[in-house]
């Protein structure tokens, strides 16, 4: 899991509702919506669970501790999909027994290395890194149709590329993976049976990408298809200056709203 900066996501809650207004342009689908979708289940479970259940987040200070904003962003993202939420007071363990006290039957929390929710009362865990995969192969394809039978781009075989890898074939579409690690490429291609590019160049024969590299402005004038969607969980961004604002309207990325929604959808189960 990348660590995120404040400065990333300082102006998160601020934004909210028109990032929220973009998405559902580019994917037909409001926040609530694609927490229902990324998870195969009807949005109105997601409303449903949304009137009687409570979350609460839990900022965490182990490790590197508390990143500025981020318990408040994840709260804003459950918010806008319209649940009841609140960021405890104390933290950590004492955090957690503050949301028992409140009431709170989910909880959401992070440290240096995992991301998860939790719903208390149904024994049930959802990670970052798997709800992440699930959230932005469901948003390409919702973007682009059905993904049965089509080759799509993977750049990055981490544990989030990995796991698109995994969400891909559950589709039956073909994960190519491409990674500048060589042996990492190797191992993930040959453990998912999954072709792989060798040769960056051939980035721009696929109008289907899944981004997960967390690089930052490497992908540069003519490096992607003329008409390529990029779904992309990485950070940050990989495009530079020109491409973001050539693929603008094509381009799916944020900073923690699609990963979160799609946990929170696994939770209404």
Same mark, same amino acid.
């Given at each position: %899991? #990348?660590?995120?900066?404040?400065?990333?996501? $300082?102006?998160?809650?601020?934004? /909210?509702?028109?990032?929220?207004? &973009?998405?559902?342009?580019?994917?037909?689908?409001?926040?609530?919506?694609?927490?229902?979708?990324? =998870?195969?289940? *009807?949005?109105?479970?997601?409303?449903? #669970?949304?009137?009687?259940?409570?979350?609460?987040?839990?900022?965490? #200070?182990?490790?590197?501790? +508390?990143?500025?904003?981020?318990?408040?962003?994840?709260?804003?993202?459950?918010?806008?999909?319209?649940?009841?939420?609140?960021?405890? =007071?104390? $933290?950590?363990?004492?955090?957690?027994?503050?949301?028992? !006290?409140?009431?709170? *039957?989910?909880?959401? %929390?992070?440290?240096?290395?995992?991301? +998860?929710? %939790?719903?208390?009362?149904? =024994?049930?865990?959802?990670?970052?890194?798997?709800? #992440?995969?699930?959230?932005?192969?469901?948003?390409?394809?919702?973007?682009?149709?059905?993904?049965?039978?089509?080759?799509?781009?993977?750049?990055?075989?981490?544990?989030?590329?990995?796991?698109?890898?995994? $969400?891909?074939?559950?589709?039956?579409?073909?994960?190519?993976?491409?990674?500048? =690690?060589?042996?990492?490429?190797?191992?993930? *291609?040959?453990?998912?049976?999954?072709?792989?590019?060798?040769?960056?160049?051939?980035?721009?024969?696929?109008?289907?990408? !899944?981004?997960?590299?967390?690089?930052?402005?490497?992908?540069?004038?003519? %490096? !992607?298809? &003329?008409?390529?969607?990029? *779904?992309?969980?990485?950070?940050?961004?990989?495009?530079?200056?020109? /491409?973001?604002?050539?693929?603008?309207?094509?381009? +799916?990325?944020?900073?923690?709203?699609?990963?979160?929604?799609? /946990?929170?959808?696994?939770?209404?189960?």
């Amino acid at each position: %899991m #990348t660590r995120l900066r404040e400065e990333w996501i $300082c102006d998160m809650e601020a934004t /909210m509702a028109s990032y929220e207004k &973009e998405l559902k342009a580019k994917i037909a689908l409001d926040f609530a919506g694609l927490a229902a979708a990324a =998870n195969d289940i *009807s949005k109105d479970v997601v409303l449903e #669970t949304a009137k009687e259940e409570t979350v609460a987040v839990v900022p965490i #200070t182990t490790g590197m501790g +508390i990143i500025g904003t981020f318990a408040e962003s994840v709260a804003a993202i459950i918010r806008q999909a319209g649940f009841t939420v609140f960021v405890t =007071n104390a $933290c950590d363990v004492d955090g957690m027994y503050e949301a028992h !006290l409140r009431n709170a *039957s989910i909880l959401f %929390m992070a440290d240096d290395t995992r991301y +998860i929710g %939790m719903h208390l009362h149904k =024994n049930r865990m959802s990670d970052n890194n798997i709800g #992440t995969a699930r959230g932005y192969v469901k948003a390409l394809e919702q973007a682009c149709g059905s993904l049965s039978g089509k080759e799509v781009l993977v750049l990055g075989c981490g544990v989030v590329g990995t796991e698109i890898g995994k $969400c891909l074939q559950q589709k039956d579409a073909r994960p190519v993976f491409y990674d500048y =690690n060589e042996s990492l490429l190797q191992k993930v *291609s040959f453990e998912l049976g999954a072709d792989f590019l060798s040769d960056y160049s051939k980035i721009k024969e696929f109008p289907l990408v !899944l981004d997960a590299t967390c690089e930052g402005e490497w992908i540069h004038e003519g %490096m !992607l298809h &003329e008409e390529a969607w990029i *779904s992309t969980p990485g950070v940050p961004l990989s495009l530079d200056e020109t /491409m973001k604002l050539k693929y603008k309207a094509h381009t +799916i990325h944020d900073w923690l709203q699609i990963g979160t929604l799609a /946990m929170l959808g696994e939770l209404c189960k």
